[in-house]
């Protein structure tokens, strides 16, 4: 209880810095609840001084002011038909304003919603962008993404629906409670009737808190199994080729159709407990009337009670009944919020494990060497790299090898800081990496992997990610480094050419082409090419291999090789195999020794 307590304050604590709009429609709100409370006044004079012809009496043993007593005398003085006139024209009056009013808080209460929506949204992908590799390996997109979109909108309701009921239904409940109070004083109304509501109308949220309580849970598991469609739906859209490739639609079908009939349960089990609530409420609500209409029945042919008092009394208690009931929803809401709140925080509340220190400083420019110093690396289990020690020289290519599974991406992830060794340090210049700001060490880095990520976004702005200032001349020099000049003049709109989701339109030796364009563009002193050409045709790797051996020029370069045939020319070359360093020399060196690279290296030559 106490965890729901600070969370819901904390989701509510995202609407302080719109805190204007949320006074504009609280003010909206007293005024529409003071109207909605004292429309049933009217009821007194039509239906004693115009349908009955009696005069409205007012209880002689309380003190009431003097401009009460004379208005009351005033409206018995009245013709009954002029004072229909009069009450049929308040009456337009009154319902022009209190609609008036009741839109404006409506209006406001939704707009304050979307603006928090909006900033939950944008602290949720900035965090997101600031997290690490290891945290995104350990949560899938399509999970993230229903963070975003699909809790989101929970969220939002919460705030449009849910905190203006919380806010106005209260109001709603004291003003009718003050005007029921006023007139069984004034019309000296027996207090039974008041004791009578007191005691019936908690009635009404009991059966409420029991239902919300279990739709908290289905809310959480409703919520995952959205999560799970999701990743469903990303992984068919990424890898359609697939599917088809392999005639698996009728099984990809069936398991999306297993997942979504899961999800529409879990719906339908909360539809079941929200639409309950209601029918529980209306039969609560019988059994308060019937309690109230017995005892106005005695007091009514026992003559205490005027029908006009009677009817003003039965039609506020009514008008009460909605904001209970509508509070009794809203708690429901609630428990769907909070369950949405609780995964949101989950992300905003996580610490990336790859951290910046308060008094990291800018990192020069590579002058010297960087060394890799007794690092041990592990996931979770067992360590992926154990005892990795080298060094690579300002200007030199290090190629790195090894089976599948040998560890080679994890080492070169250590450089630009996407994880943290577990032991040991790696140095630039004699300064470890972790002293220093990610910013300037990744500026210093340029990545080309075989993954060839592009964006949704014209070519032009492909190549220049990263840079907000650039000069055409400068994309096209780059271009032309990487072989991607050529099929670029080809496209419909050249340069600015949108080249759709993950660089669809293009081909994969084009793809390449663009990312080492991307690297040339940003000119980094340290560069990594992690196989870039392994998913390459004859003709695209040549052309790619080309570009990659321009970009490498007077760089200090990490390769991680999947053709050993293009890393001969390597100033040096590490072997791996399950995480530790086997072999490290040049490639006549290795081939000399007799050993695992030879091995590698002739299979490769066999093969082709």
Sequence with gaps: MKKDIRNYKRLVGFVSPHKGVLIFAFVCMIISSVLNSISPIALIPVVDNIMTGDDITINPHIPIPQFVFRFVEKVNA?????????????????????????????????????????????????????????????????????????????????????????????????SHLVAIIAIVLIAGIPLQFLFTTVILFPLLLLPVVIISRRLRKITTKSQEKMGDINTILFEIMTGIRIV??????????????????????????????????????????????????????????????????????????????????????????????????????????????????????????????????????????????????????????????????????????????????????????????????????????????QEMLLFNDTVLNNITYGTSKHSREEVVKAAKIA??????????????TII?????????????????????????PVLIFDEATSQLDTESERLVQEAIDRLMKGRTVFVIAHRLSTITHANKIIVLDRGRIKETGTHKELLDKNGLYRKLYEMQFQQR
């Design 78 to 174: 009245m013709d009954p038909m002029v004072l229909l006139k009069v009450l049929l024209i308040g009456a337009l009056v009154y319902f022009l304003l209190r609609n008036l009013f009741v839109f404006f808080q409506a209006y406001l209460m939704n707009d304050l919603s979307q603006r928090v929506i909006r900033d939950v949204k944008d602290k949720l992908y900035r965090k997101l962008l600031s997290l690490s590799m290891r945290f995104f390996g350990e949560n899938p997109t399509a999970k993230l993404m229903s963070r975003i979109t699909y809790d989101a909108a929970i969220i939002r309701d919460s705030i449009s629906t849910g905190l203006l009921d919380l806010m106005l239904r209260p109001m709603e409940l004291i």
């Design 244 to 449: 088809k490739a392999f005639s698996m639609q009728e099984y990809e079908y069936e398991k999306f159709k297993k997942q979504n009939n899961s999800f529409y349960k879990l719906e339908m089990k909360s539809v079941k407990r929200m639409n309950s609530i209601s029918p529980i409420n209306e039969f609560t609500e019988a059994i308060f009337l019937v309690c109230v209409l017995y005892l106005a029945g005695m007091h009514i042919l026992g003559g205490k009670l005027s029908w006009g008092s009677f009817l003003y009394f039965v039609t506020s208690v009514l008008l009460m009944v909605k904001p209970v009931k509508r509070l009794g929803k809203v708690y429901a809401i609630i428990q769907k919020a909070l369950a949405s709140a609780e995964r949101v925080f989950d992300i905003l509340d996580d610490t990336p494990d790859i951290g910046q220190k308060p008094e990291a400083k800018e990192l020069p420019i590579l002058k010297g060497q960087i060394e890799f110093k007794d690092i041990f690396f592990k996931y979770d289990g067992d360590n992926v790299l154990k005892n990795i020690n080298f060094n690579i020289k300002k200007g030199d290519i290090l190629a790195i090898v090894g089976p599948s599974g040998a560890g080679k991406t994890s080492l070169v992830n250590l450089v630009p800081r996407f994880y943290d060794p577990t032991r040991g340090a790696i140095l630039l210049d004699g300064v470890d990496l972790r002293d220093v700001t990610l910013k300037s060490l990744r500026d210093q880095i340029g990545i080309v992997t």
């Design 483 to 496: 072989n991607a000049h050529e099929f670029i003049m080809r496209l419909p709109d050249k340069y600015n």
């Design 500 to 524: 759709g989701e993950r660089g669809y339109r293009l081909s994969g030796g084009e793809k390449q082409r663009v990312s080492i364009a991307r690297a040339i563009f940003k000119n980094p």
